[in-house]
């Protein structure tokens, strides 16, 4: 099985300053996908950015970009200019173009500070 | 509006009793997908759908049932529930692009208590 790993449980962040969220993979596949999920204490979930493993440039949308390492296997994701409404539980993913499993990190608590 | 409609969102139930959590979409998706959200796990996949008819397991399907007769419903069943099936439930689907499973597109989650 597909392993993630997001070693950084909880988080603070000044509003306003960027902020890395960190997220390695382990797979040996060279076909996959790489995911970002928002869970605001609401409970739902939403999607930030798709990379996919033979994408040559990082990915971005808005105020998010995934910083792609393929040879060390990190995923991480960059929000910059953080904002309050930020504050929410973040979740890495992954997902095998073959076999069409998901699996997903333990999570990072993100915290803005204003 | 493009949804992922779960129900019940809250349930409390007994140990044994049979209950089943409905799941639906309107977006045409082919791929659909159960979670289970339990503190310091995230979420792990419990089956998953490529369509009609097609299922199969993921990480943690013992206890669970699933069935797709229809493209938009994807039904999650608990035969014989236990404690340890307490937990924050969530469907999912996809569009299913060449590349692999796109992003996956969440319902609201279920919150399950077993006593």
């Known amino acids: 099985a597909q392993k993630i790993t997001q070693t950084q449980p909880g988080m603070f962040v000044q509003e306003k300053e960027a902020v890395t969220l960190d997220c390695t993979y382990d797979?040996?596949?060279?076909?996959?996908?790489l995911f970002w999920y928002k869970q605001p204490s609401s409970g739902e979930m939403i999607f930030l950015i798709y990379q996919g493993s033979y994408d040559q440039q990082n990915a971005t949308e808005g105020r998010y970009s995934l910083n792609f390492q393929k040879a060390r296997k990190s995923a991480n994701l960059v929000i910059s200019a953080s904002q309050l409404g930020d504050s929410a539980m973040y979740f890495c993913a992954t997902s095998l173009y073959n076999f069409n499993k998901f699996y997903f990190g333990s999570g990072t608590k993100l915290n803005v500070k204003p | 509006e493009a949804q992922v409609t779960q129900n019940p969102r809250y349930l409390i139930t007994v140990t044994g009793k049979k209950l089943t959590v409905t799941c639906s979409q309107n977006?045409?998706?082919?791929?659909m997908s159960w979670y289970r959200q339990d503190p310091g796990l995230g979420l792990r996949q419990i089956y998953y759908s490529m369509n009609v008819e097609v299922t199969d397991k993921g990480d943690v399907p013992e206890g669970y049932k699933v069935s797709r007769k229809e493209k938009r419903n994807f039904p999650l069943i608990l035969e014989s529930p236990s404690p340890n099936q307490t937990s924050l439930y969530f469907c999912?689907?996809?569009?299913?692009?060449?590349?692999?499973?796109?992003?996956?597109?969440f319902g609201e989650g279920s919150r399950l208590t077993v006593l």
């Open positions: 977006m045409n998706h082919e791929y």
């Open positions: 999912a689907s996809s569009l299913e692009p060449i590349q692999g499973v796109g992003e996956l597109f």
């Open positions: 797979t040996s596949d060279p076909s996959y996908g």
